[in-house]
């Protein structure tokens, strides 16, 4: 849609780099998410390789997850085709010869510290430099805590809740909110495709979230 807000009916932006699951999740058990609509098997090569095809068989659409691992190869649960971690089938036990066009679809990945990255658009422009900087996420100067919800919402309506913090001082008063926040002025700038969002909060106390671990309750401070 051009000239307004993104809904439910807005495409999805495909070519771009997605947290497809923490490092920890993708192991020599295969798994399986569904992002940006589609269902992705992940494991690990026996190298420590991350690998992302289709979670679906060319065959008969088995989800290819709920197979198994031969090496490095991922063997179909229902009649045993073999797909190589680029997605290439290996071995149709019911035929002698494998056809060349006989693929499941592979995405790139990327592993960067506690994080794995899925280009879910066009291959040929899964550019490695683009994976945004979460370095901090593995330095040891910074403490980290993980997880995950699950939402029941469009995606872009957890977009909108983020960048509408006016809402902090009602729904989140004694956490995050506090009523200055509600008047603060935002700056908003773009720097190529990333837009920043600077808010100035000068000379008031800090919310709950802040306030305890500091022990500035009540008292002003300057946040930006
Ligand atoms: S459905 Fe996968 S090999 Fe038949």
């Known amino acids: 849609m051009l000239g307004g807000f993104a809904d ?15 490092a920890s999740e993708v192991s020599r058990e295969i798994i399986s998410r569904r992002l940006l609509g589609i269902d992705v ?6 190298a420590g ?11 008969r659409s088995f989800p290819l997850a709920k197979g198994k691992l031969v090496g490095d190869v991922l063997m179909c649960g229902y009649h045993g085709m073999q ?26 990945t990327v592993e960067r510290g ?3 990255w899925i ?11 683009l994976v945004p900087d979460t370095s901090w996420l593995a330095s040891p100067e910074w403490k980290t805590v993980s997880g995950s919800f699950h939402l029941k919402s469009d995606y872009v309506a957890m977009h909108e809740n983020l960048l509408d913090q006016t809402h902090f001082p009602f729904l ?53």
């Open 8 to 22: 439910h009916t807005t495409p999805l932006v495909r070519n771009c780099w997605y947290v497809a699951a923490l």
């Open 41 to 46: 098997a992940l494991y690990r090569t026996l």
């Open 49 to 59: 390789e991350t690998v992302a095809v289709r979670n679906r068989c060319l065959h």
């Open 83 to 108: 797909f190589d971690p680029s997605g290439r089938c290996v071995n149709m036990p019911a035929m002698p010869i494998v056809p060349t066009n006989a693929n499941v679809r592979s995405f790139p």
């Open 114 to 116: 506690p994080l794995v």
């Open 119 to 129: 280009w879910m658009g066009d291959a040929d422009h899964a550019d490695e430099s």
């Open 172 to 224: 989140q008063p004694g956490a995050i909110g506090t009523p200055e926040y509600a008047r603060s002025k935002l700056k908003v700038r773009e720097e190529g495709d990333t837009v920043i969002i600077d808010r100035e909060l000068r000379h008031s106390p800090p919310p709950g979230v802040y306030a305890m671990p500091t022990g500035l309750a009540g008292q002003p401070v300057d946040r930006f």
